[in-house]
């Protein structure tokens, strides 16, 4: 099977999810491994896009309001977004 930038990029969004955003503190749950996987694409998709490290930190905050009902960290939402642009770049 033939490594694409598109599943490169999936692993690498993966990662970062799991180990410097992770919202829940699974990190460490093996069983959790793909508790973040359902976002994955869309932000993929958005840093592909060129989506700047505001409107991507911004959409970390929405999950984590939105989906997960937890008060959010703009600090950490803001360094994740910067963390996935220099990864994705």
Do not use: F
């Not at 694409?4 to 829940?24: A, C, F, N």
Request: aromatic share 4%; no cysteine.
């Amino acid at each position: 099977m033939k490594t694409t930038v598109k599943s490169v990029g999936r692993k690498t969004v993966r990662e970062i999810l799991m180990q410097e955003w992770d919202p829940v503190d699974v990190r460490d749950v093996p069983e959790a491994s793909s508790e973040y996987d359902v976002y994955v694409d869309a932000i993929l998709q958005m840093v592909l896009a060129g989506a700047s490290q505001a409107k991507l930190s911004d959409h970390l905050l929405s999950i984590e309001a939105d989906s997960m009902g937890l008060p959010g960290d703009e600090r950490r939402s803001d360094r994740v977004a910067a963390s996935l642009l220099r990864a994705l770049a």
